[in-house]
């Protein structure tokens, strides 16, 4: 036995009502979207075509009694799942347009790809900013090295200065003492020949 037009019509529309309901609501309307569920992604190019996407982290593509995990392993979708995507599809207004459509699957893969750009970018950051802070530290510790070195030359040299001005004293005070003693014995060997000569003088006068 059949069933009329207006029941048929008022099951599609109970269809209709429970499967957009079942995606929460947007500015107050019950809306459907396309997109990754569990990261909050959505694809919402059009709000009644959202019968592809990510799902209770499995993504459907539309068509087919299968969902994919994310290294896109099939797996046949569970009663929870089948009501979520049967829902998404009778809300489509046009029946005609529901074809498999891997669209946000691709999207993720390119976030994901960003994703990883930018991560390498960091690292790669990170890494220069490592090998920077490394070679400011090695040329400053040469830097200090160098300092050190000309620091302790300086020191050397005024050390070997004051060595030098010291042996320079102590020779000219030799040759000082001993330029005296040759005065001296010159001195001395004078007053000799000088008494030598007045006793000569006193001798020849008295004979």
Not at 100 to 110: F, L, Q, T, V, Y
Request: with cysteine; charged share 45%.
């Amino acid at each position: 036995m059949g069933i009329s037009r207006k029941a048929a019509v008022a099951v599609a529309a109970t269809t209709v009502t429970l499967g957009a309901c079942s995606l929460g609501n947007y500015g107050g309307l019950s809306v459907g979207s396309a997109g990754y569920y569990g990261d909050g992604y959505y694809d919402n190019g059009y709000y009644d075509d959202g019968y592809y996407g990510w799902y209770d982290d499995f993504y459907y593509p539309g068509t087919g009694y299968y969902v994919y995990d994310r290294e896109r392993r099939r797996h046949r979708w569970n009663a929870r799942q089948q009501r979520y995507w049967q829902a998404r599809r009778a809300a489509v207004r046009d029946q005609r347009r529901i074809r498999e459509n891997w669209g946000a699957w691709e999207r993720r893969e390119r976030r994901a790809e960003r994703r990883e750009r930018r991560a390498e970018r960091r690292q790669d950051y990170r890494r220069q900013q490592r090998a920077e802070r490394r070679r400011d530290i090695r040329q400053e510790r040469r830097a200090q090295q160098r300092r050190a070195a000309r620091q302790e030359a300086r020191q050397e040299a005024r050390q070997r200065a004051r060595q030098q001005a010291r042996r320079a004293a102590r020779q000219e005070a030799r040759r000082e003492a001993r330029q005296e003693s040759r005065r001296e014995a010159r001195r001395e060997a004078r007053r000799d020949r000088r008494r030598d000569n007045r006793r000569d003088r006193r001798r020849g006068g008295d004979d």
